[in-house]
């Protein structure tokens, strides 16, 4: 997906449009994908119906928390960044302000990691019906997608807009509200 950009030469402005318009809207419609088979009766020779009740659960609460991510960023962090570096100096934003974005990113790995667990790292099994196996590999994709997503804010756009507490600046932005 990343292969061909070097997102770390993307102005800060075009990588938060680029992760709302692009990295969000694919995963909710992943998500959406995924929750759409979760709710069907996935039918398995195995009787795994209990652990595809577990995964439903597990997933309706990595939906939730990403939801939750996906509203602070458009709400809160985006238009802050935006309107940071159309200043004439921008300044960078305290690192603190930032703990909450990551720790619910922490949250939504650990659960996919949980959820590649009770699928035996998404292999779907001789006996599962149509159903089973693509919401399987749905979730899959899902992960990867996630991911990406993750890797892009924590490895390249925190990094471009926080300043961390080593190098405190009088002219930081202290917001800790995201």
Not at 115 to 131: D, H, M, V
């Amino acid at each position: 997906m990343y292969s061909l950009i070097n997102f770390h030469e993307i102005e800060t402005e075009v990588l938060c449009e680029y992760i709302e318009e692009k990295l969000h809207r694919l995963l909710r419609h992943q998500s959406d994908l995924i929750k759409k088979y979760l709710e069907r009766d996935l039918y398995c020779v195995c009787n795994c119906t209990t652990q595809f009740s577990l995964i439903r659960m597990l997933f309706h609460r990595l939906d939730d928390e990403m939801e939750q991510v996906f509203r602070k960023e458009s709400l809160i962090l985006f238009p802050l960044i935006r309107e940071n570096e159309r200043r004439s100096s921008p300044r960078k934003i305290q690192e603190a302000a930032f703990k909450r974005l990551r720790e619910s990113h922490s949250k939504m790995i650990q659960i996919s990691q949980k959820i590649r667990q009770l699928t035996s790292n998404y292999f779907a099994k001789p006996g599962w019906n149509s159903p089973a196996k693509l919401c399987v590999n749905e979730l899959f994709n899902f992960e990867q997608s996630l991911q990406n997503w993750i890797h892009l804010e924590e490895g390249i756009l925190f990094p471009k807009v926080i300043i961390y507490e080593h190098e405190q600046d009088p002219h930081q932005i202290k917001d800790e509200w995201i």
